[in-house]
């Protein structure tokens, strides 16, 4: 069974004269535990509707959404926020971190509204999370004061604290330099497949896409599988390529 599942999902908002525009036609995209799914497209192309759409943030205009097979527009709004907070991390290109508060709290957020021992060791579970992504030792630090990696690697650790079983990156290199975003996105392939969640990301860089198990385009609102094969080879080819070593006589 599927853990999330859009079946012919249409999202169109009315405009200011009255227009409708179609940001979403026709989508159908079903994911499962473990899997890991990029979509690429251009800005524009609708990626953050669809996203907020399998996460149960935005509704769609038309079709269904579906998780663990249970249709999601016949859920109450109280029990779809538990579901969703249950359930779903998110990973945001801009961190949307609380400024001004320190790492823990910024981890610990999530865990406000838990119950039982999880509300109550909330900052233990957040320490050992921000240890998990390498940050054990900037703890108390301010969040927005750390560099822009060690500030992705809070909102990972933030996404992550209540394991869920969907996790949902928005573009999560985009603000981050070549050789850290990698580092960022081996840790979220590194996590997801310890805890067998599903990790779906949106992106525009091929090179992020084509880590994934599954590769989708989303043009014009239309969602369809694409070929990443030269991205993959151009993204490894460096760690599957030994360096050659100087010949004896040279």
């Not at 054990?136 to 209540?162: F, T, W």
């Not at 151009?234 to 040279?250: E, H, I, N, W």
Request: proline residues 3%; without cysteine.
């Amino acid at each position: 069974m599927s853990l999330v599942a859009l079946d012919d999902v249409s999202k169109s908002v009315l405009l200011a004269d009255d227009s409708r525009l179609e940001i979403l036609r026709g989508v159908s995209l079903e994911v499962g535990a473990g899997d890991h799914v990029s979509i690429v497209g251009r800005s524009g192309s609708g990626k953050s509707t669809l996203l907020n759409i399998l996460g149960m943030l935005d509704a769609p205009s038309s079709g269904s959404v579906s998780f663990e097979g249970r249709e999601v527009r016949r859920m109450r709004s109280g029990r779809l926020d538990r579901l969703r907070g249950d359930n779903v991390g998110f990973v945001f290109q801009q961190f949307n971190l609380l400024a001004g508060r320190t790492a823990i709290d910024n981890v610990m957020m999530p865990l406000g509204h838990a119950r039982g021992r999880m509300f109550w060791n909330r900052r233990r579970i957040a320490a050992d999370m921000l240890e998990r992504v390498g940050l054990g030792h900037r703890v108390d630090q301010i969040a927005d004061k750390l560099s822009g990696g060690e500030q992705q690697r809070v909102a990972i650790a933030r996404a992550l604290v209540r394991r869920p079983v969907l996790i949902l990156a928005d573009e999560p290199t985009g603000a981050l330099d070549i050789d850290t975003g990698a580092s960022v996105m081996s840790l979220l392939d590194e996590v997801a497949t310890e805890t067998d969640a599903a990790l779906v990301t949106i992106t525009h860089d091929l090179h992020v896409a084509a880590r994934a198990r599954r590769h989708y385009r989303l043009d014009a609102g239309r969602l369809e599988t694409a070929d990443l094969s030269r991205a993959f080879e151009a993204s490894t080819l460096a760690a599957s390529v030994p360096s050659t070593p100087p010949r004896a006589d040279a």
